[in-house]
């Protein structure tokens, strides 16, 4: 039982000491004079007053789920047009990778 006792708080003070190491090193975040228990602070009073592209994200995250099937998603989503990949271009690339590969890879015929 002690073993494990020790190996929590040890885990515990590893823990902490990564949390100070990372808060001091994020330096671009904070402000330059403020410590990392008054950052803590003033985002601990932030959270009554939420910045407002915060409160858009909630209000988003709150907004009721629109069933849609997948059939109906992809034909609302379809673009017209020209696709990416073109036949002809696919069909020229591979006749040249053909070519050059009969070039560096003679074929041998036994007869």
């Given at each position: ?39 803590f602070?003033r985002?601990?009073?932030a ?13 988003a ?6 069933d ?28 040249r ?15």
């Open positions: 039982m002690l073993p494990v006792i020790i190996g929590v708080l040890v885990a515990l003070v590893v823990a902490g000491l990564v949390l100070l190491v990372a808060s001091t090193s994020d330096a671009d975040e904070r402000r330059d004079d403020e410590s990392p228990l008054r950052a602070r985002g601990w009073r959270r009554k007053n939420p910045a407002p592209d915060q409160v858009d994200a909630a209000r995250a709150e907004a009721e789920p629109v849609l099937s997948l059939a109906d998603f992809l034909r609302a989503t379809a673009e017209q047009g020209e696709g990416y990949l073109h036949v002809d271009d696919l069909q020229a690339g591979l006749h990778a053909r070519e050059k590969a009969a070039r560096a890879i003679p074929l041998r015929r036994h007869g």
